[in-house]
């Protein structure tokens, strides 16, 4: 941890040097000008290296607000910095680019005018993604068709949340804005895969009052993320079990509708191991299955696909990639992530990967949205 620690902050500090250096090399400003551009940058990137490094051996468990206002203001500026990086790369390349197709003069991309467009776009980015966060979770209806469906399972309808965060940063009304939702829709069963509780469970008692709400008429199902594993994973998956979901480690339920058998099974993120926890076994998931039954494999990484499918499972449900969440990783995603969002078909087996209910870090999503899934099983 104290190495990825240093070079955290050695990257942020490369890259603070080189916007201070590209907004301020070919502009008409004062030396004050220059020193206070600078300067405003130093102090929006020591905030973010200061905050996090706090958080980061944080352990008290006292709920103090200062403390949540502080977390959520240095990820805003985190955002800033993102847009603000991503804007000047932009600019550079473009410049670079257009001196080697037409040689010309292109001091106007530097210009005092142009870094203060710079410094002002990631606040309007900022709003517009907000905006989005603010609307609340968007219903995406999924129809996922297999020639092997039971009859019986034909239209069954399954909500599936993924990545919801819930921390300081996520505002309870969001909460209560998602469990209102899944009410309306009136799911036949519901699947959470991963990252729903990113902090101490005891934090966020009125959060779990909310969840409690949730009704399915054959279950409510969850597997843990890797977030769930860096706050305390046994009273967090027993939180879990306290209302009513039933936690899927390496586990398989088995569902009876009609003469049909559903049968959803669960493993847990690969970081368990990392934290001395169950890591997946699928070896243990196989012994579970049983012929002829609808085999449903609920994983937050996407990219145990190919396990899930020598295993012989029909769906496989993940989420932990966002989509990117917001610009430029929303364009990014597609090279970290083999499967970024949305359907995907392995041989006999299909994958579908939500895009996250809630968001990690700033309260904005730009080029995404927040998904709520309704997965509806259909017969070919």
């Excluded at 290296?49 to 709920?63: A, R, S």
């Excluded at 368990?272 to 998931?285: C, Q, T, V, Y």
């Excluded at 006999?348 to 996250?356: E, K, S």
């Amino acid at each position: 941890m104290g190495l990825f620690r240093t070079i955290a902050s050695s990257l942020i500090l490369v890259i603070f040097i080189y916007v201070s250096h590209q907004l301020t090399r070919f502009t008409d400003f004062t030396w004050v000008g220059t020193t206070s551009l600078v300067a405003f940058l130093a102090l929006l990137f020591t905030m973010v290296i200061g905050t996090f490094l706090f958080f980061w051996k944080e352990k008290n468990l006292d709920h103090k607000p200062w403390r949540d206002r502080l977390l959520n203001g240095s990820l805003t500026v985190m955002a800033y910095i993102n847009f603000l990086v991503s804007f000047v790369i932009l600019r550079d390349l473009f410049a670079f680019a257009d001196n080697l197709i037409m040689p010309t003069p292109f001091e106007h991309l530097y210009s005092s005018q142009a870094t203060a467009a710079l410094l002002g776009l990631p606040v309007l980015f900022i709003v517009l993604g907000n905006a989005i966060v603010q609307i609340g979770p968007r219903l995406k209806k999924v129809p996922v068709f297999f020639k092997n469906l039971p009859q019986e399972l034909e239209g069954l309808r399954i909500v599936h949340i993924s990545d919801l965060h819930i921390s300081p940063s996520l505002p309870t009304s969001f909460v209560q804005k998602l469990v209102a939702r899944v009410l309306e829709i009136q799911p036949d069963v519901i699947v959470f895969t991963g990252d729903i509780l990113d902090s101490f469970v005891e934090k966020h008692a009125e959060e779990f009052k909310i969840l409690k709400n949730l009704k399915a008429q054959h279950g409510i199902y969850y597997v843990p993320g890797n977030h769930e594993y860096y706050w305390d994973a046994h009273k967090g998956l027993q939180a879990f079990r306290e209302l009513g979901f039933q936690v899927l480690v390496n586990e398989t339920a088995n569902i009876p509708v009609g003469s049909a058998l559903l049968q959803v099974a669960g493993v847990p993120d690969p970081a368990a191991g990392h934290f001395k926890h169950e890591s997946p076994d699928f070896a243990r998931l196989q012994s579970q299955q049983r012929e002829g039954s609808f085999k449903l494999l609920l994983s937050h990484q996407p990219s145990l696909a190919a396990h899930a499918q020598i295993a012989g499972y029909d769906l496989q449900l993940s989420g932990h990639t966002h989509g990117g969440q917001f610009f430029p990783w929303n364009w990014l995603i597609v090279f970290f992530e083999k499967y970024s969002k949305g359907l995907y078909r392995l041989g006999n087996m299909q994958l579908y990967v939500n895009q996250g209910t809630g968001y990690w870090g700033p309260q904005l999503r730009l080029g995404t949205y927040c998904e709520l899934t309704e997965i509806v099983l259909r017969k070919n």
